[in-house]
């Protein structure tokens, strides 16, 4: 393997990713390549997100209640990416919510003002994930925000993979196309390092219903929005990673329940 080439390839490759998802001050030297490379970098970029939020939760937990640091876990998860797929699934939901043509449905998802269907979609979304979080054992939480994040990025890179982008565009028009196995493998590995700490600490079982929760999340929300617009665009990629974190949580509690 040459190491030396790898490096020079992909460390432009994640830290583009790491700029483009997060508003975290990094200098990423650009070009059309290494931006292409960037999405088999996102649930890498995920774990970054991960460990923050399970470091905030870990301050939080020591100096205040189990659900006050599972409330500044999520803000911080949110502050580190600028909300962006807060704002993605925001979009979706005033987007999609109502019988619109495709076209008003894309033009509603491009204004920056929010409607009553995003307000209402953000208020469950981030108050489901803090309740599905503070739900879990205290010592689970920090292991499951950094498998969550990740995981729920490499959620994205399965719409990017098997569906096209709708517009000629966007945020998401630059790294469009730009999946191949070895992105999707690199991504899955990256992902099943990131949960591999959470099989340590729940059952085994909490892990598969966990990923079988993330996926029923990202279906429904794939299947809200495909027929309706023949593909994705840069919101759907956001509200995608929304519902599969969530259902990720969900799934977990699942298994630990019983």
Not at 20 to 29: D, E, G, H, N
């Amino acid at each position: 393997m040459d190491v030396v080439g790898f490096f020079n390839t992909e460390i432009p490759a994640f830290l583009l990713a790491v700029q483009f998802l997060t508003r975290l001050k990094i200098a990423a030297p650009y070009s059309p390549e290494a931006m292409r490379r960037s999405p088999r970098w996102y649930p890498a970029v995920g774990i970054v997100v991960g460990l923050i939020s399970a470091v905030v939760y870990g301050l939080g937990c020591w100096l205040f209640s189990p659900l006050i640091a599972v409330i500044l876990a999520v803000a911080a998860s949110i502050v580190v990416t600028g909300a962006l797929h807060e704002d993605g699934f925001a979009d979706a939901c005033d987007g999609l919510g109502g019988m619109r043509p495709k076209e008003r449905v894309l033009e509603i998802m491009r204004d920056s003002r929010i409607g009553a269907y995003g307000v209402l979609g953000l208020i469950f979304m981030v108050g489901g994930r803090i309740v599905a979080l503070q739900t879990l054992p205290i010592d689970a939480v920090a292991f499951a925000l950094v498998g969550g994040h990740a995981a729920s990025r490499a959620s994205m890179l399965w719409i990017m993979s098997t569906s096209d982008y709708v517009r000629s565009t966007g945020a998401g028009s630059a790294v469009a196309g730009g999946i191949d196995r070895t992105a999707l493998s690199t991504a899955l590995m990256t992902t099943g390092l990131a949960l591999l700490p959470l099989a340590f600490v729940v059952p085994m079982a909490s892990v598969i219903t966990g990923l079988a929760g993330l996926v029923v999340g990202h279906l429904a929300m794939r299947r809200w929005y495909e027929p309706r617009l023949g593909g994705y665009t840069g919101d759907c990629l956001g509200a995608v990673q929304q519902c599969s974190e969530l259902g990720f949580y969900l799934g977990l509690l699942v298994a630990l329940a019983r």
